[in-house]
């Protein structure tokens, strides 16, 4: 696990390795293939914090793709991963580029309608909702 936050921390601003990394996490988390990980509160925070700093002045639709993917991902895992990945994700929202604002509300909502724990505040909820339907 840390194998992994390693190479990006040690790649940080090289696209083709980040955008790979980033692609093959959140295809292993999906699929359950590290597991032992998820379930880590700490590699998930520090996963959550290396992908915000791939994030920081990024230009590259195709890796802010990716980097919503994980993120949306997060979300139903650690209450404390989930709450920064979704900090990240509002933050997303707010993107000058509309195909990031538009693909990232896409998978919140998705991500929210699929697995309603994420937000068990019904205010939060509500205004989550509002946010993600304009």
């Known amino acids: 696990g840390a194998d992994i936050l390693d190479v990006m921390d040690s790649n940080v ?22 597991g032992v990980l998820a379930e880590s509160s700490e590699w998930l925070t520090g996963l959550v ?4 700093r791939e994030m920081l002045k990024c230009k590259s ?9 994980l993120l949306v991902h997060i979300l139903q895992h650690d209450q404390h991963a989930c709450k920064l990945a979704l900090q990240s994700l509002l933050t997303m929202l707010c993107h000058r580029f509309p195909k990031v604002r538009e693909d990232t509300a896409e998978k919140m909502y998705i991500e929210i309608l699929t697995h309603e724990n994420i937000v068990a505040d ?13």
Not at 61 to 69: D, I, M, Q, S, Y
């Open 13 to 34: 601003r090289t696209d083709r390795i980040t955008v790979a990394t980033l692609k093959t996490v959140h295809s292993l988390l999906q699929d359950g293939a590290i």
């Open 49 to 52: 914090r290396a992908t915000k």
């Open 61 to 69: 639709v195709p890796k802010l793709h990716e980097c919503a993917r």
């Open 122 to 134: 019904p205010v939060a909820r509500e205004e989550i909702e509002t946010i993600l339907s304009t």
